[in-house]
């Protein structure tokens, strides 16, 4: 993992503008959570970005590329998640352990967004993000549940 000190701003800022994560934010709200350029990092294939049992609790929003979610293996991810797309909620909302591993299956670039930053951010902003929280947290709830009833029919 690096930190992306001296990425093109606005070239962020255009990445931020397509992901379905930030389509509820004005592109003012847009720039002002690319304004923390110190929560930029990119890690590389194959690379660690969460570890379960960690204690970590950032959460993270995929700028660019793809990671895989695992338990134990490698080789049976229980997700692939692409750009757009948000993890670490559940540690970052309960400041619990993490619960699963997060690997990056190519270089990506991710937005790590801890409680000092959260903290900073203006209430309108935060109330969207917590927006996207509960709807990802529906969503994953809702894959369990129909994972576990096809599991038994």
Do not use: C
Not at 57 to 84: C, M, N, Q, R
Not at 92 to 108: C, E, I, M, P
Not at 124 to 136: E, G, P, Q, S, W
Request: aromatic share 12%.
């Amino acid at each position: 993992m690096k930190e992306v000190a001296n990425v093109d701003w606005e070239k962020i800022v255009d990445i931020v503008k397509r992901l379905p994560f930030f389509k509820n934010f004005s592109l003012q709200e847009q720039k002002k959570v690319v304004d923390f350029r110190t929560h930029l990092y990119v890690y590389e294939k194959d690379e660690f970005l969460i570890k379960d049992g960690s204690k970590d609790t950032s959460f993270f929003i995929l700028l660019k590329g793809s990671v895989d979610v695992y338990k134990k293996t490698k080789e049976h991810p229980l997700s692939s998640l692409s750009a757009g797309e948000s993890f670490g909620e559940i540690a970052f909302l309960t400041g619990s352990h993490r619960t699963a591993n997060v690997v990056a299956k190519d270089t990506v670039i991710i937005l790590k967004v801890d409680k000092s930053m959260f903290d900073r951010l203006d209430p309108l902003i935060k109330d969207k993000f917590k927006d996207n929280f509960i709807v990802k947290l529906i969503e994953r709830l809702d894959q369990m549940n129909n994972a576990f009833v096809n599991r038994w029919i």
